[in-house]
């Protein structure tokens, strides 16, 4: 059975309930499915002063190395300024070891971001961890439009074909969609069962 890791960094939860619906998604395909968390690397003043809170029931990654024991990886962090967030980033500097490895080569990797404006970089976001999977050698799984929940203006949703997304709003306040968390479970699908069929 194909075992697939759901990697993700979250300050206030969007981020860490698209992780859920993306392995609901990748269970559907009737792969394995574990959800880790990168650490926290922000100084603990900020993280106290801007109310940053972590799900627990989610464990933190045991290491870099770790990766290489997953049949594919979907990788998953807010918009910071257009682009991946540090603690992501920090994480994946790590992962120098891997690289060198290979043991990411030919895998399916996948990616999904939230953010808080419509147009505040979810895609930029998407491909700045996009460029990092291409550097492991993973074979991207984007959501395609399979998906046809990303079509159409008739709600505001998230959504790209370079991966999964939800829009927090100005506030922080709105909470993902249905229809975003569909899109976030159909790309967990798409890698587990890609996973599936790579590791055959
Ligand atoms: C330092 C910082 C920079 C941010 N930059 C952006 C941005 O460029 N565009 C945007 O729409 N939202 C931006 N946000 C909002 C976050 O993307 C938002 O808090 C996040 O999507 C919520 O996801 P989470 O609940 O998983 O943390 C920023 C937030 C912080 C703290």
New binding site residues.
């Given amino acids: 059975m194909a075992r697939v890791l759901v990697l ?11 992780a859920e619906a993306v392995a609901d998604g990748v269970r559907e395909s009737g792969a394995e499915c574990d959800i880790r968390r990168v650490p926290e690397t922000a100084p603990a003043e900020i993280v106290e002063n ?1 109310g ?1 809170s972590h799900n627990e029931n989610h464990p933190l990654i045991e290491g870099p190395d770790a990766l290489g024991n997953y049949d594919g990886v979907v990788f ?8 991946l ?1 540090s603690q992501m980033a920090s994480f994946l500097d790590t992962c120098g070891g891997v690289w060198a490895s290979g043991a990411l080569i030919g895998k399916p990797g996948a990616v999904f ?10 895609e930029t ?1 998407l491909f700045s961890m996009i460029t990092n999977l291409l550097h492991f050698g993973m074979t991207i799984v984007g959501l395609d439009y399979g998906f046809e929940g990303q079509n159409g203006v008739d709600e505001v949703k998230g959504g790209a074909p370079y991966g999964a997304t ?3 709003g100005p506030d ?1 306040k709105r909470q993902p969609s249905d229809t975003e968390l569909a899109g976030a479970r159909y790309l967990g699908k798409r890698v587990g069962t890609t996973a599936a069929k790579l590791a055959s």
């Fill in positions: 993700y960094y979250s300050s206030y939860g969007h981020t860490s309930q698209m801007f940053f998953g962090a807010p918009t910071r300024f257009g682009r967030p971001t939230s953010s808080n404006s419509q147009h505040g970089g979810q976001t939800t829009i927090a922080g």
